[in-house]
């Protein structure tokens, strides 16, 4: 998948508004792909803080896995799923948390995250999407990719069925949702393709505003999900 025209198409994201501007006068912005170039070019690494990118503080789960504890927290090692910490693995998760940050300011939501499709997750027999890099609140690290789990996560649906998901008003959306904070009031999550338009992973953005998901906006996110698509 190679253009914005035939990811929308291919994901249905255009299904997910009442109105929805034609496709072909959709363009790109090529400044933003440069932006984006830059860092996955760059080797800079600053040493002493390099251990975040591995730990995170996450939600308890409650009973059965399934929903997360609001007021308890853990800590997650993403070591327990990617191996051993590696100068490779440092520079790869220091770019995707540039990548974060720089989208993050670009488009001002409020929770941003970028998750990978790993196999056998943590022995199961099913896939699950491990978050790699994020900006804002404690968030749960995997989502399962099972069909149980897509009447429950919008993460797991749009990971298991390759489809686009906007919700402009999570008060009156009436679909799957995995709810971690009151706060959120709107949310946009896309998969990420391989060359071979397999699910590889997703994007996952969240604002405490209703409709806050602008065409601009939703753009700017499928060209780091097409840029991601070489190098998640």
């Given at each position: 998948?190679?253009?914005?025209?035939?990811?929308?198409?291919?994901t249905?994201?255009?299904?997910?508004?009442?109105?929805?501007?034609?496709?072909?006068?959709?363009?790109?912005?090529?400044?933003?792909?440069?932006?984006?170039?830059?860092?996955?070019?760059?080797?800079?690494?600053?040493?002493?803080?390099?251990?975040?990118?591995?730990?995170?503080?996450v939600p308890?789960?409650?009973?059965g896995?399934?929903?997360?504890?609001r007021?308890e927290?853990?800590?997650?090692?993403?070591?327990?799923?990617?191996?051993?910490?590696?100068?490779?693995?440092?520079?790869?998760?220091?770019?995707?948390?540039?990548?974060?940050?720089?989208?993050?300011?670009?488009?001002?939501?409020?929770?941003?995250?970028?998750y990978?499709?790993?196999?056998?997750?943590?022995?199961?027999?099913?896939?699950?999407?491990?978050?790699?890099?994020?900006?804002?609140?404690?968030?749960?690290?995997i989502?399962?990719?099972?069909?149980?789990?897509?009447?429950?996560?919008?993460?797991?649906?749009?990971?298991?069925?390759?489809?686009?998901?906007?919700?402009?008003?999570?008060?009156?959306?009436?679909?799957?949702?995995?709810?971690?904070?009151?706060?959120?009031?709107?949310?946009?999550?896309?998969?990420?393709?391989?060359?071979?338009?397999?699910?590889?992973?997703?994007?996952?953005?969240?604002?405490?505003k209703?409709?806050?998901?602008?065409?601009?906006?939703?753009?700017?996110?499928?060209?780091?999900?097409?840029?991601?698509?070489?190098?998640?």
């Amino acid at each position: 998948m190679t253009n914005i025209q035939e990811y929308i198409k291919t994901t249905e994201l255009d299904k997910n508004y009442t109105q929805f501007p034609s496709i072909d006068q959709i363009k790109e912005n090529n400044q933003v792909n440069d932006q984006f170039n830059e860092i996955f070019k760059s080797t800079d690494l600053v040493k002493d803080d390099l251990q975040k990118y591995y730990e995170f503080t996450v939600p308890k789960l409650g009973q059965g896995g399934t929903c997360s504890l609001r007021t308890e927290f853990e800590q997650f090692n993403l070591c327990s799923i990617i191996g051993e910490k590696t100068n490779e693995k440092d520079l790869y998760l220091s770019r995707l948390n540039k990548l974060i940050d720089l989208v993050q300011k670009r488009t001002n939501v409020d929770w941003l995250g970028f998750y990978k499709v790993f196999e056998n997750v943590n022995g199961s027999d099913h896939s699950g999407l491990v978050k790699l890099a994020y900006y804002g609140e404690y968030s749960r690290p995997i989502f399962p990719l099972t069909l149980e789990w897509t009447t429950m996560s919008g993460n797991s649906w749009v990971g298991y069925y390759g489809k686009s998901k906007v919700i402009e008003s999570v008060s009156k959306y009436e679909g799957p949702y995995y709810n971690c904070s009151d706060k959120v009031k709107s949310e946009l999550c896309i998969p990420i393709f391989n060359q071979q338009q397999k699910v590889i992973g997703i994007i996952d953005a969240e604002s405490w505003k209703d409709d806050f998901f602008t065409l601009d906006k939703v753009i700017e996110i499928i060209q780091v999900s097409l840029f991601l698509s070489k190098h998640l």
